[in-house]
């Protein structure tokens, strides 16, 4: 058994068999699951997707599963799960009917991460993923674990500040711009206009600017979760 590219190995392999035990062999082949430039994963290489949880945690594994193409998904759903033909069949025609809804991607990444690493992975990675995306509230940040919580903002403006400098940080607009050394903002004017045009939001809560004092609750102790308009996002951590 193995990939598709293994095709040659694998026959000689069966011919061997026959050979020295004058029986039956057999050859079983899948299609190799590649990468978005069509290249193959490789051990030393970088984007690899593993079945072990430490080397990809089951967030970033249900994201890769998530994310393929309409084409990708309508293949690999057929060779990587256990659906049923009618199921597929079900799936395929409502997909193609609504394909913003992305039903296949959502189908191939549950089955998928499901069998590979459980049924609660699954539901925490799905949860992850609505946090990430606007549909998640302060409960469901708090409920993450560290290392989902920073598996879900990797790639985010990670912002350190010390806890002196937090806890003397008088204001919301000084922590905004002062504090965290100008990165999120660039002056306490822009932080004040941004505030006023209700486009902050701390910790998934949206921050008024009647808000003026900082007393927001840590996450997991440390961190805080800033949001400046739609899509800007920026963790800070106060350590």
Known sequence: MGGSDQWGNITTGTELIRRIDSGKAYALTTPLVT?????????????NVWLDSN????????????????????RLIK?????????????????????????????????????????????AALQASEILFGKGDINALKALPEDLLLAVFEGVPLIAVAKNVYAET??????????????????????????QNGGISINREKVTASVTELNFELLQGKYLVIQKGKKNYYLVAVE
């Open 79 to 123: 060779v990587f799960t256990l659906l049923s033909k009618a199921e597929l069949e079900a799936l395929i025609t409502d997909h193609q009917a609504a394909p913003h809804l992305r039903i296949l991607q959502k189908a191939l990444a549950q089955e998928v991460t499901t069998r590979v690493h459980s049924a609660e992975d699954y539901l």
């Open 35 to 47: 990468k978005s430039d069509g290249t193959k994963f490789g051990k030393s290489e970088s984007g």
């Open 55 to 74: 080397l990809t945690s089951p967030y970033k594994f249900y994201q890769f599963w998530l994310n393929v193409s309409d084409e990708e998904a309508g």
């Open 170 to 195: 008088s204001s919301i607009v000084e922590f905004l711009a002062d504090a965290t050394q100008f990165q999120i903002f660039e002056s306490r004017g822009e932080a004040k206009r941004m505030l």
